[in-house]
């Protein structure tokens, strides 16, 4: 039984940082790529960055490119979304998942959190 569980997520004021973390267990965690993606009020879910089995590539959607940053800690089976500068425009649910294959910025994954919400006052 593959669990993921996001973390972190809570209200902050524009500029401020948060960082989420997405704990999994019931698989082999660095045969998988992560990936966060996110789903605002209304809007369809939208890929924010993703992240290779052993970490060495990143990817990021535009619109955080430069103040987010994804990373990965093996030895506890957890993947990581640093988020700075925060928008109100990044208000959303946010949801953690992985991926036996490469990443991707689509929405491929196997496995997904329930998901740890992030609001973002003007």
């Known amino acids: 039984q593959v669990q993921l569980v996001e973390s972190g997520g809570g209200l902050v004021q524009a500029g401020g940082s948060l960082r989420l973390s997405c704990a999994a267990s019931g698989l082999t965690f660095s045969n998988y790529a992560m990936a966060w993606f996110r789903q605002a009020p209304g809007k369809e879910r939208e890929f924010v960055a993703a992240?290779?089995?052993?970490?060495?590539?990143?990817y990021y959607a535009d619109v955080v490119k430069g103040r987010f940053a994804i990373s990965r800690d093996n030895s506890k089976n957890t993947v990581y979304l640093q988020a700075n500068s925060l928008k109100p425009e990044d208000t959303a649910v946010y949801y953690c998942?992985?991926?036996?294959?490469?990443?991707?910025?689509?929405?491929?994954?196997?496995?997904w959190g329930q998901g740890t919400q992030v609001t973002v006052s003007s």
């Open positions: 998942a992985a991926r036996g294959y490469g990443p991707t910025r689509t929405g491929e994954y196997d496995y």
């Open positions: 992240i290779s089995w052993s970490g060495p590539t990143t």
